[in-house]
């Protein structure tokens, strides 16, 4: 134990070593830009980093819905010959009707993460200057934006009937039948969350039923049903400036995987972050702890003769994540305990990183190990073969380990602006070459 404890706690502490102290950071806007344009950023056709565009973009109203906005900004992208062409046509609404505009930016096979994050951020920032000229804030506009601590102008605030909230409702489900297999699935979710400085409260319902059959002989078919679901309600406060925050969460499951019929769980939690919120995009170490109380109902009875209990559990995280010119990097090491036995307890290390050690070949590797001594929730009847092979049950374990890692390098050309999409499959299964 001692030994597997040493060996976590160094993989942590060296984790912490790319981690290197950002540029300054403009201050994160607030909900709203008095008078501010007022523009919908639609990435659904590329990966693009939301939460970086709204800190750096400060200067206008992001908004969710295209027919809110005076601005639609469509992004789509293409590989060219060894990196990603991004393509940003800036399209006027409302007042702006009929005005468009496009812009493009282009990578190399060598850039990192960081750096096109910035190249969008800075060809958004671009294209939005035109728009942004015949608002009430384009004289508080130069080459170097810099939002001030007030701003006051004739233009009236954006009036929101939702008062920031959003909601999401999602139903779906699949069918594969073949002669002597069959799979059933039918799954939903719904959300709501509401976002503001001070405030982020969120509530889900989610669930999912699966029904497989296996004929493995002429008369004996094997079944296999699992339904689970989960509901969370979560409210969280900014409390002491940019660097602290308390919460409270209550939550409902049920998991035939995890030999559960009812679990209810009520949690506190504190957070402090070491850098301000306000840098969260860029780079982020926060230390975590919440404490409550769980009651579960068993399907089955437990290795502990136990068909329900109730019990405390508390759990400290300490996290990092940061996305520098160099890479990026993210991990997180969690202990977790049970109030009644701190033997019944769970520690693990997990991580990812991505660093460029020369230009053109990039180092990446992932994982996680852990110590697992929290399975209070075992069946004592045991687990079938079936129950094995269709993982339909959790198996008891003392530790859990994966891993992976790539380097990639690229060489040749500098040039990567052509595009040619000739017989690419337009996105479609239909591709010539293989």
């Known amino acids: 134990m001692n030994r597997l404890a040493t060996s976590i706690a160094m993989l942590f502490v060296a984790s912490l070593a790319p981690l290197v102290a950002a540029g300054a950071q403009q201050p994160a806007p607030t909900a709203e830009t008095p008078a501010g344009l007022r523009v919908f950023l639609d990435c659904q056709r590329t990966r693009c980093d939301q939460n970086h565009f709204r800190r750096e973009i400060g200067f206008v109203n992001h908004v969710r819905d295209r027919r809110d906005a005076q601005v639609h900004v469509l992004i789509t992208s293409q590989s060219t010959g060894g990196g990603t062409e991004y393509t940003f046509l800036f399209i006027g609404l409302q007042d702006f009707a009929g005005t468009v505009d496009t812009l493009r930016f282009v990578t190399s096979a060598t850039d990192t993460e960081d750096e096109r994050r910035e190249g969008q951020t800075q060809t958004i920032k671009l294209g939005l200057m035109h728009y942004v000229a015949h608002t009430p804030i384009g004289n508080l506009v130069n080459i170097s934006y810099r939002a001030p601590d007030q701003i006051v102008t004739t233009g009236q605030a954006v009036n929101d009937p939702w008062n920031f909230w959003v909601f999401r409702i999602q139903a779906g489900g699949d069918m594969e039948k073949e002669s002597s297999t069959a799979d059933y699935s039918i799954n939903g979710s719904i959300s709501a969350d509401r976002t503001t400085e001070t405030w982020k409260t969120s509530f889900g319902l989610r669930g999912n039923y699966n029904d497989e059959r296996y004929e493995v002989e002429e008369d004996s078919t094997i079944v296999s049903t699992t339904a689970d679901w989960n509901t969370t309600a979560r409210i969280i406060r900014s409390v002491g400036g940019d660097h602290w925050a308390v919460g409270t969460e209550v939550s409902a499951s049920k998991s035939t995987r995890y030999n559960q019929d009812l679990a209810l769980r009520g949690r506190a939690a504190v957070e402090y972050s070491f850098f301000p919120y306000a840098e969260s995009t860029r780079r982020s170490l926060t230390l975590l702890y919440t404490v409550g109380v769980a009651r579960f109902d068993y399907e089955e009875m437990t290795l502990f003769e136990k068909t329900e209990e109730t019990t405390g559990e508390q759990e400290l995280t300490l996290s990092l994540s940061a996305i520098q010119p160099w890479g990026s990097v993210s991990t997180s090491l969690e202990g977790f305990t049970f109030l009644h036995d701190l033997k ?91």
């Open 344 to 434: 019944q307890h769970r520690i693990e290390l997990s991580g990812r990183l991505s660093f460029r050690l020369v230009r053109g070949l990039d180092f990446n590797m992932g994982g996680s190990v852990a110590r697992i001594k929290d399975q209070i929730y075992l069946s004592a009847e045991g687990v079938s073969e079936e129950e094995i092979l269709l993982q339909r049950r959790q198996l008891g374990t003392d530790f859990r380990i994966d891993t992976n890692f790539s380097l990639s390098y690229r060489f040749g050309s500098i040039f990567n602006n052509v595009v040619n999409p000739r017989m690419g499959g337009g996105g479609g299964r239909g591709r010539f070459f293989f």
